[in-house]
């Protein structure tokens, strides 16, 4: 059973380019989670996507940054126009259900760079 | 201080001591956790206390929580050069489900860089 994968695991892009971010849950996982970690910083968190749907996003910059999960295919983290500041790693996190101690299982993560 | 701070920031050991590391939090939380996180890879779930319990054991880990004083310690007995990781507390933040509480939306310390040196 194959673990959250997440590609590609490096990304450069110039200033104003678009980054697509991509998330593969664990198989059955129906439940998807986007963080973010800056350098020197801990994980905060981004949106929280079941399919088709949008739960919570309230981790999310208002501008540029978009998410999804469709029916078919994995979740992605869109980032259009992308600037220094984006410069991060990305990660993606699944579980099975939610609930209080519902564990997350995270990816190994996208480290964006932005040139 | 932000929630869900860790301390030291790095601490460098032998093989075989133990680490203690600590973390403190502000809000008032439903579960604590602890991740570790090897160098440039994803965050393993080491291990999850709830609010209502004081020590929870894994294998050579041992967590405690004190809910007075908002705060958290993991403890690594008899450590191995494969411990050597950046560890993370995080803490479930409100409102709370219905459910009993939402585990999603974690807030995460900058983590404690453990070096154990064989």
């Known amino acids: 059973n194959a673990g959250v994968m997440q590609n590609p695991r490096h990304l450069v892009r110039r200033r104003g380019q678009e980054a697509r971010l991509r998330c593969s849950p664990m198989?059955?996982?129906?439940?998807v989670y986007w963080y973010r970690q800056l350098p020197e910083e801990g994980l905060k968190f981004m949106v929280y996507l079941q399919k088709e749907n949008i739960i919570d996003e309230s981790g999310m910059p208002k501008e540029r940054f978009s998410a999804e999960f469709p029916k078919e295919g994995p979740s992605i983290l869109r980032i259009q126009q992308v600037v220094r500041g984006d410069s991060a790693a990305y990660f993606c996190?699944?579980?099975?259900?939610?609930?209080?101690?519902?564990?997350?299982?995270f990816g190994s993560g996208t480290q964006l760079s932005v040139l | 201080s932000q929630q869900g701070e860790e301390d030291p920031q790095a601490l460098s050991i032998q093989e075989g001591e133990n680490a203690t590391m600590n973390c403190s939090y502000k809000?008032?939380?439903?579960?604590l956790q602890w991740y570790r996180q090897n160098s440039g890879r994803g965050l393993v779930h080491l291990i999850l206390i709830r609010s209502n319990e004081r020590e929870k054991h894994s294998g050579r880990l041992r967590v405690t929580l004190d809910t007075s004083k908002k705060s958290s310690s993991l403890l690594i007995t008899a450590s191995r050069a494969a411990d050597t990781a950046s560890y993370f507390c995080a803490t479930d933040a409100p409102p709370y489900s219905n459910s009993g509480g939402s585990n999603y939306k974690l807030t995460f310390g900058k983590g404690t860089l453990l070096t154990v040196n064989p």
């Open positions: 198989k059955g996982h129906s439940h």
């Open positions: 809000t008032s939380i439903n579960n």
């Open positions: 996190a699944s579980s099975l259900r939610q609930g209080a101690d519902e564990k997350l299982f």
